[in-house]
């Protein structure tokens, strides 16, 4: 019923950015909470941001001051753009995205990002 796919990722310098993006369509006309999550090898997923349909936002700890998470409505888009890349963000990230009235979600299929010299 609703398909949410990831783009953006890539190979980067340390220091250096990235956006990702998150497209979701089907038969959902609005979402709550869209979210990013991440997952590096060996270790569990974890939330890297989170923004309400009001345009609420958090962070974790480890991406404050460097992460950034926007959504567009009109077009079911959530976005992250990272900066000051550090080889520890280097992980699959994953777009979850939750309906409005349910309390469930739906991922996607995940970006691949590296950050490497």
């Known amino acids: 019923q609703v398909q949410v796919v990831e783009s953006g990722g890539g190979l980067v310098q340390p220091g250096g950015s990235l956006t990702l993006s998150c497209a979701a369509s089907?038969?959902?006309?609005?979402?709550?909470?869209m979210d990013w999550y991440r997952q590096a090898p060996g270790k569990q997923r974890e939330l890297v941001a989170s923004?309400?349909?009001?345009?609420?936002?958090n962070y974790a700890d480890s991406v404050k001051g460097r992460f950034t998470i926007s959504r567009d409505n009109a077009k079911n888009t959530v976005y992250l753009q990272m900066n000051s890349l550090k080889p520890e963000d280097t992980a699959v990230y994953y777009c979850?995205?939750?309906?409005?009235?349910?309390?469930?979600?739906?991922w996607g299929q995940g970006t691949q990002v590296t950050v490497s010299s």
């Open positions: 923004i309400g349909s009001s345009g609420n936002k």
């Open positions: 089907g038969s959902i006309f609005s979402f709550s909470a």
């Open positions: 979850y995205v939750v309906p409005g009235g349910v309390n469930y979600g739906y």
